[in-house]
T-cell receptor, first 111, second 117 residues
């Protein structure tokens, strides 16, 4: 299981673009990278998932370099409601492997 | 995305009683379900992995006789905290994975807040 390392916390302001980087040096060939968002007293919510290069959906973009040893979650024009903990997870989803959560990044957005 | 529900959303019980938490995948069949526990301001800690029709696999340090997990169908898994004590008070979250070639994503339930008095 690839271990992930993220900044413990980040601060930003409304309207800014926020980039959260995750390191996963031991990522395996079959591993995917998934990002979740969690608000207090709620279950994690799926944000985006990717294997390589760039993935974009309606809420975020995920950038993965060629070596896949890191990934960056990009949140465009954040708002106060984006204040949450963001988790980067790496795992082989093609089997019944378990997913282990790291410490996550606590993102605080200010007016 | 797929929807996972949990019931109850919160429960308060007396020490020594047992509490059952249900986890349901509402619009997909979950071949694998996971149970996590989360303490305040901490990350999710995996407790066990269960596959439909087979015994759950518990993580190291998790007492299988205390946290009974049943995955009787492809849409339902239950976690029973037996003889609960105040230290079992926590936020319990389940997740489910369809395990198909089209969707390997893990979807999480809203969580269950357990308070043992």
């Amino acid at each position: 299981l690839a271990k992930t390392t993220q900044p413990i916390s980040m601060d930003s302001y409304e309207g800014q673009e926020v980039n959260i980087t995750c390191s996963h040096n031991n990522i395996a060939t079959n591993d995917y990278i998934t990002w979740y968002q969690q608000f207090p007293s709620q279950g994690p919510r799926f944000i985006i998932q990717g294997y390589k290069t760039k993935v974009t959906n309606e809420v975020a973009s995920l950038f993965i370099p060629a070596d896949r040893k890191s990934s960056t979650l990009s949140l465009p024009r954040v708002s106060l409601s984006d204040t949450a903990v963001y988790y980067c997870l790496v795992g082989d989803y093609s089997s019944a492997s378990k997913i282990i959560f790291g410490s996550g990044t606590r993102l605080s957005i200010r007016p | 995305g797929a929807v996972v529900s949990q019931h109850p959303s919160r429960v308060i019980c007396k020490s020594g009683t047992s509490v059952k938490i249900e986890c349901r995948s509402l619009d997909f069949q979950a071949t694998t379900m996971f149970w996590y526990r989360q303490f305040p301001k901490k990350s999710l800690m995996l407790m066990a992995t269960s596959n439909e029709g087979s015994k759950a696999t518990y993580e190291q340090g998790v007492e299988k006789d205390k946290f009974l997990i049943n995955h009787a169908s492809l849409t339902l898994s239950t976690l029973t905290v037996t003889s609960a004590h105040p230290e079992d008070s926590s936020f319990y979250i389940c997740s489910a994975r369809a395990g198909t070639s089209r969707d390997e994503t893990q979807y999480f339930g809203p969580g269950t807040r357990l308070l043992v008095l």
